[in-house]
């Protein structure tokens, strides 16, 4: 599915536009994505092959890469901590926090992902297939 996506961080410094095809909508339960978002887990849209666009002062972006990850890295805005699209070039892979769109999507999240790790006061979402990792 072709989209174009559009959102900003909590101040308003940062603002984007990912285009692209969605490839997966996961809610992910890691430990890292709990640590990065103080919630009880992530909501990333994946658009692969994806655009990112961004638009307000890139020397204000920081970059988090977690020592030992292969390819754990948080993006954020220096003003207000808030997350913002990260990208993986070689893959033409955009990853956007859901949260942070500043409009309505008419797709959903397909699963839960790195469902071992869930704790216990995180939604259930039962709904949806969960997987151990990252989906087949
Ligand atoms: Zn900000
Ligand atoms: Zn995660």
Redesign the pocket.
Known sequence: MQVELKGS??????SYKVTGEVSGFYHCHCSRCRKMTGTGHASNIIVQPGELELFGDKEEIGVFKVPDAERFASRF?K??G?PIPRVARQMQRVVVPAGTLDHEIDFKPQCHIFSDSKVNWSCSGEELPSFSQYPE
Do not use: V
């Open positions: 961080c909590l101040c308003g410094n940062h805005c003003n207000c808030g």
